[in-house]
């Protein structure tokens, strides 16, 4: 099955109340997609850090497994960072053989 990575960016236009991210979970959990996620918090660099700034805007993540994907995408339209005028980004994610 597809397995998708939702990288959530902070930059919605206005804040989602607690009762519209509970009524996004609530889909979520009930699409049978949803797979977990987090807040980011502080991040910790290891290695070069001359390319970092990429990751700044990225406030969360969403893990899902789905496949239908237009059926997923649907449902992202109702994530409160989509509905305040922000970005989410949906990453699929390459199934690859364990290896011998």
Known sequence: ???YLLLVHGNAKSE???EEWEKFFSLAQESGFFRGG???GERIYVGD???IPSTDSIAGFMRFDA???DALL???ENHP???HGGTVELCEMPLTA???
């Open 1 to 3: 099955m597809p397995q």
């Open 16 to 18: 989602a109340s607690a």
């Open 38 to 40: 987090s807040e980011l």
């Open 49 to 51: 850090q001359n390319d």
């Open 67 to 69: 496949e239908n994907q």
């Open 74 to 76: 649907a449902l992202l």
């Open 81 to 83: 960072v989509v509905t």
């Open 98 to 100: 364990p290896p011998e």
